[in-house]
């Protein structure tokens, strides 16, 4: 599992945007973070699950609140990431 955390936190992500075109496109960009949160989530399982109790409750409180966090993420993209038409006007009016 640990190998699976690497590979998902830093070897997916690095090898993948290595190529310059791909960071241009927000959405590839927010399914590589995507990758990299769930590498995080799954460390934390891994380091968390064998040492705490499992309550059911609680699983489906947070499994609630990720499914409500995650349309967050994917809005919240659009204002961290502008599209390329406005950074393009953007340089246009610089120069």
């Keep these: ?3 699976a955390v690497l590979t998902m936190c830093w070897i997916v992500p690095f090898l993948v945007l290595l190529n310059g ?3 241009t496109v927000p959405p590839a960009v927010s399914l590589i973070a995507l990758v990299i949160v769930s590498g995080f ?3 934390k ?4 699950i064998p040492v705490a109790p499992v309550d ?3 699983t489906a409180v947070e499994t609630l609140l ?3 966090l995650v ?3 994917i809005l919240a993209r659009d204002v ?3 599209q390329r038409d406005t950074l393009a006007s953007e340089q246009k009016e610089a120069s």
């Design 80 to 82: 961290v990431l502008p």
């Design 56 to 58: 059911p409750l609680m």
């Design 21 to 23: 075109r791909i960071k």
């Design 45 to 48: 399982l891994i380091m968390v």
């Design 41 to 43: 989530f799954i460390e």
């Design 66 to 68: 990720l499914v409500c």
């Design 71 to 73: 349309p967050i993420f």
């Design 1 to 3: 599992m640990s190998w």
